[in-house]
């Protein structure tokens, strides 16, 4: 089993145990959060918006890439004919630019994560004032999520994703 499995395990059992012991009947729900966000109409919005994100941070970064490319073939080609200081000149300008393209595709990670985070938590949000709505309608104790919970199985009848979909919207 894996270590999330087994993490996964005691922290439903220091949860349950305490229900389990007053000998609470205790409600088990479980949604599949990704499908609902993922399939809806803000979802869908948000793909699109991270989509057009992902293109516009990295046309700057792809064009750098086809320069150092370049640099690199010339250079390759002029090589053995460039006197020793003059190439090892040109090797440092090389690995510069390689590094500043790093420096600056860090950056670009940073940014589009912040750009995501920005854009999705207004969905979990939503999500989660959906699911806290069902769950107080069905007089659930928890609610899990199946895809980050590590259950390998699921009695049909515990789901209730397509009651929160309802909530949450199209």
């Known amino acids: ?68 490319a370049k640099m690199m073939a010339d250079f390759e080609k002029q090589a053995p004919v460039m006197k020793e200081d003059a190439r090892k000149r040109k090797e440092e300008e090389i690995n510069k630019k390689i590094e500043e393209f790093r420096r600056q595709g860090a950056e670009v990670e940073k940014q589009f994560a912040q750009y995501q985070e920005k854009e999705l938590a207004p969905l979990f949000q939503k999500l989660e004032g959906a699911v806290k709505a069902v769950a107080q309608e069905q007089k659930l104790d928890l609610v899990f999520d199946k895809r980050n919970s590590g259950l390998l199985f699921l009695s049909p009848s515990l789901d209730i994703t397509d009651k929160v979909r309802s909530r949450f919207g199209p």
């Open 1 to 68: 089993m894996s270590k999330l499995g087994i993490t996964f395990l005691l922290t439903v059992g220091l949860i349950l145990t305490p229900l389990w012991a007053a000998g609470a009947d205790t409600k088990i729900g479980v949604i599949d959060g990704m499908d609902i966000v993922s399939k809806s109409a803000d979802g869908k919005r948000v793909q699109e918006n991270l989509k057009k994100k992902t293109e516009e941070l990295s046309r700057p970064a792809e064009q750098k890439q086809r320069d150092i």
